[in-house]
C-alpha cells in the first residue's frame, strides 16, 4: 500500500493543540470546551456491487452515525491487484457547489486488506472501531465479507464546517473495470457555544 499518500491523509483527523507540541482529535472525550464537536448524522447510502461479481447492501445503525457494507462476492476477483479510489467533497452551508477536500487515486486495496489484517498497528494509527471480515486477502474468494462499525468520524476530517459531505470509495479490478462504488453522504452542523 502506499503509505505515503495515506499518511498525508490521515493527519487531516487531527488538529494542533494550542502550543502546537500536543495533538489532540475532535472526537477525544477530554478536548476542552471551547471547541464544540461536529454532529454528523448519515443522510443516505448509495452503493454500487457490479451485478457480475457481487451483490452488496449498507445499513445505517439507528443513531445515523456508524454504518455497515455486506457483500456477497458471487464470483472470484481474478486479479492480484485492486486499487481504490477516494474522494470527499461538501457544500458548505448556504453555498450551491461542492468543493474537493480530498481526493487519493490508485490505492493498493490488497496491500490495505493485507496490513489491516495482520498488523494491529494499523487499526490504532487509524483510531478506528471498525472490523474487517475474519480474512480478506487477494484474489478476493467466493463469500461473504463484512465491514462493520464504519463510523462517521472515521471518515470525514475532524476540522469541519456546517454543511453536507460526500464521502466516495471506489473499487477497481486490474482489467479498469469498476467493481464496488460507495457513497455516504452526511450532514454536519456544528453546535453553537450556547447548545
Not at 110 to 125: I, L, Q, R
Request: hydrophobic residues 45%; neutral net charge.
Amino acid at each position: 500500500m502506499n503509505f505515503v499518500r495515506l499518511s498525508l491523509f490521515f493527519p487531516l483527523f487531527y488538529i494542533v493543540n494550542g502550543n502546537a507540541t500536543a495533538h489532540k482529535s475532535l472526537w477525544d472525550e477530554d478536548v476542552e470546551d471551547e471547541v464544540q464537536k461536529p454532529i454528523l448524522r448519515i443522510h443516505h447510502i448509495n452503493i454500487f456491487g457490479d451485478s457480475r461479481y457481487m451483490k452488496a447492501l449498507t445499513y445505517i445503525d439507528e443513531t445515523r452515525t456508524k454504518f455497515t457494507i455486506c457483500v456477497s462476492l458471487r464470483e472470484e476477483m481474478g486479479s492480484n491487484f485492486l486499487t481504490f479510489n477516494i474522494k470527499i467533497r461538501v457544500r458548505a452551508t448556504g453555498r450551491t457547489n461542492f468543493a474537493t477536500l480530498l481526493q487519493m487515486r490508485d490505492l493498493d486495496l490488497c496491500g490495505f486488506f493485507a496490513e489491516f489484517s495482520k498488523n494491529p498497528m494499523m487499526k490504532y494509527f487509524l483510531q478506528t472501531d471498525m472490523q474487517l471480515s475474519e480474512f480478506i486477502a487477494c484474489p478476493v474468494r467466493v463469500g461473504n465479507y463484512s465491514l462493520k462499525n464504519v463510523s462517521v468520524k472515521d471518515i470525514y476530517p475532524q476540522v469541519l464546517q456546517n454543511g453536507i459531505y460526500k464521502f466516495f470509495v471506489e473499487v477497481i479490478e486490474a482489467t479498469a473495470e469498476k467493481v464496488f462504488a460507495l457513497q455516504v453522504t452526511t450532514d454536519v452542523r456544528i453546535p453553537s457555544a450556547a447548545e
